[in-house]
């Protein structure tokens, strides 16, 4: 193979279209725009959200409102109701919260909420008590210890 024997595939290139040179040519008169309106002027730039004047989608959904805290604290959430499933006097940490599967894993603090009724002593560790979670075990003759 020499120098002279290399040549781009059939088809690979093309001729550079150039609009407006005659009838001759096949892309004279209007040059490829049609006729009239507004995509045959020159200065063409309409932005592809324009929805010819009708109320663009953008303003026609709702914008986003309200606060939205990026500094929160998002728990793992356990109700009084379900440390019911515990034998009396245990001592339930997350660890243990975990293992019979109320929270899905320690990646987030715990906090122990007052819904439901307990009906055992139990001592409870976490992260957090609602202050009526803390009276529903106190009451029920646990304990609770914030860990």
């Known amino acids: 193979m020499q120098q002279h024997d290399l040549h781009p595939a059939p088809g690979s290139r093309h001729k550079r279209k150039r609009v407006g040179r005659g009838l001759g040519s096949g892309h004279g008169t209007y040059s490829g725009r049609g006729m009239k309106g507004q995509k045959a002027r020159s200065g063409d730039n309409i932005p592809p959200r324009f929805e010819g004047g009708q109320l663009p989608i953008v303003r026609r959904i709702p914008t986003k409102r309200g606060f939205f805290n990026p500094f929160r604290t998002e728990y793992s959430v356990v109700n009084v109701s379900s440390l019911n499933q ?16 109320l929270v899905r894993s320690l990646k987030l603090p715990v906090k122990i909420l007052a819904n439901g009724e307990i009906d055992r002593p139990l001592t409870v560790k976490a992260t957090k008590f609602s202050q009526a979670a803390k009276d529903k075990i106190e009451a029920a003759g646990g304990k609770t210890e914030e860990i």
């Open 86 to 101: 515990f034998e009396p006097n245990t001592e339930v940490t997350p660890d243990t919260l975990v293992a019979t599967g």
